[in-house]
T-cell receptor, first 115, second 113 residues
């Protein structure tokens, strides 16, 4: 069964360091999402791509976060410098399109701990 | 802006008990509504969905009905099992704009044998 792949599963980094997460969506899925899930809360959208273009990054802290999907397939989310408050689960999801009825499939996430 | 509010957790029930997890939403227009489930150590999985008023989504014994008049989408199951222990998220996806998923805060459910 096709699935969204994320790596690493776990990451511990010191504050002020740089950290990067990788996501490979399901083949053929044009829409890719990065969500942040703080412990005890629901996921919140950081950035949404349609192919290689950003369609929503209104909640992305652009002073320290960046995301790219250069060839419209896999994607990288980067944080530089990391802060203690960035500790969270980072979830990647993909869907065939952005139609409201299209199912979004989630990866297992990367759990980031900033110390 | 759009928002989803779920009942506070955690919820603890005995096996075979009846389950209700309340969910209400605020959104412009008529969004699609979803329930996602997150088992320990795993990502979110779609449990069920409803795309218009009075639609009933169902899967694995779980049901939820899209109630426009009360802006609600409560999750129910008649007889829960230990394997249903997980965190449940209610979410909406609106028609306009980028159509992102907006999630509630999640409800942790524990079923005791």
């Amino acid at each position: 069964e096709a699935e969204v792949a994320q790596s690493p599963r776990y990451k511990i980094t010191e504050k002020s360091q740089a950290v990067a997460f990788w996501c490979d969506p399901i083949s053929g899925h044009a829409t890719l999402y990065w969500y942040r899930q703080i412990l005890g809360q629901g996921p919140e959208l950081l950035v949404q791509f349609q192919d290689e273009s950003v369609v929503d990054d209104s909640q992305l802290p652009k002073d320290r976060f960046s995301a790219e999907r250069l060839k419209g397939v896999d994607s990288t989310l980067k944080i530089q410098p990391a802060e203690l408050g960035d500790s969270a689960m980072y979830l990647c999801a993909s869907s065939l399109g952005w139609d409201q009825n299209t199912e979004a499939f989630f990866g297992q996430g990367t759990r980031l701990t900033v110390v | 802006g759009d928002s989803v509010t779920q009942m506070e957790g955690p919820v603890t029930l005995s096996e075979e008990a009846f389950l209700t997890i309340n969910c209400t939403y605020t959104a412009t227009g008529y969004p699609s509504l979803f329930w996602y489930v997150q088992y320990p150590g795993e990502g979110l999985q779609l449990l069920l969905k409803a795309t218009k008023a009075d639609d009933k989504g169902s899967n694995k014994g779980f049901e939820a009905t899209y109630r426009k008049e009360t802006t609600s989408f409560h999750l129910e199951k008649g007889s829960v099992q230990v394997s249903d222990s997980a965190v449940y998220f209610c979410a909406l996806r609106r028609i306009q704009g980028a159509q992102k998923l907006v999630f509630g805060q999640g409800t942790r459910l524990t079923i005791n044998p």
